[in-house]
């Protein structure tokens, strides 16, 4: 109790409102809620790019073992696709968080941001052309790989770039969403303990419980936007959103 009542929470607000904001879409979609959380705080509250993706990490070990133990139940998990996917994810993690902790944060800023971009792009293109041609899923370890590290030096594309890929590729709806949202778990434990050895808990705990807050509070409403708002609306919203935050905070960042 002495805890809560230290807290400063006129600050908490923003980071609870990005909570909020990013487990809405999360929750409609089942994807970009590190990419939202990110963009609001790297583009809008001026965070660094190191400790938003941290702050956005440690939140996901929560939301994804929720998510994992669900998708377990269910039987949503694909054994093989989820160890083709485990190994090469951490390992992304790992040196996707250990690159953006060795870096200057203004250096890192806008082309963190320009990532964050071409996300939103691509998320709106991917719901102009909704729903996707279905092909041959293949490369899954390159593919882990690479989601990793992004997901780590964005604070989030983990889900964008590894499920949207598979899903496009032809693989098992379910099978995808579940597997991917279960080797996350995994992801976001090892990128957290990677940039707590590499930064700390400082200037860590109000904000992110804040955002812990709003993330909680927006579940039931997310599942909600899930059931009566289109994927293709959705996808288009979010991708423009993101696409002229990220470019707005970039252009400033590089001016």
């Known amino acids: ?137 293949g490369w899954v370890a390159p593919l882990g790989l690479v989601g990793g590290f992004l997901d780590a030096v964005g604070g989030g594309g983990w889900g964008p770039v590894v499920t949207s890929n598979l899903l496009i590729q032809g693989a098992d709806p379910r099978k995808v969403v579940g597997t991917v949202n279960t080797v996350e778990f995994f992801l976001t434990l090892t990128v957290s303990a990677t940039f707590i050895w590499h930064l700390g808990f400082a200037d860590l705990a109000g904000p992110t419980l804040g955002f812990l807050i709003g993330g909680l509070a927006a579940a039931p409403f997310g599942a909600w936007a899930a059931k009566h708002i289109p994927a293709k609306t959705m996808l288009i919203l979010v991708g423009t959103v993101l696409t002229l935050t990220s470019l707005y905070g970039a252009y400033n960042a590089f001016s």
């Open 1 to 137: 109790m002495d805890f809560l009542a230290g807290l400063d929470w006129t600050a908490l607000l923003p980071f609870i409102a990005v909570g909020f904001a990013a487990q809405m879409v999360d929750g409609a979609l089942g994807m970009a809620f590190g990419v939202i959380s990110n963009t609001l705080m790297v583009g809008v509250l001026g965070i660094p790019p190191a400790l938003a993706s941290q702050r956005v990490h440690l939140v996901e070990c929560f939301t994804t073992a929720t998510s994992g133990i669900s998708h377990l139940i269910h039987g949503n998990v694909d054994k093989k696709l989820f160890l083709r996917l485990l190994l090469p994810g951490m390992a992304g993690g790992i040196l996707g968080a250990y690159v953006l902790s060795s870096l200057d944060a203004s250096l890192v800023k806008p082309w963190v941001l320009l990532y964050l971009s071409a996300i939103g792009i691509y998320l709106l293109l991917r719901g102009l052309l909704y729903p996707p041609k279905i092909r041959e899923a």
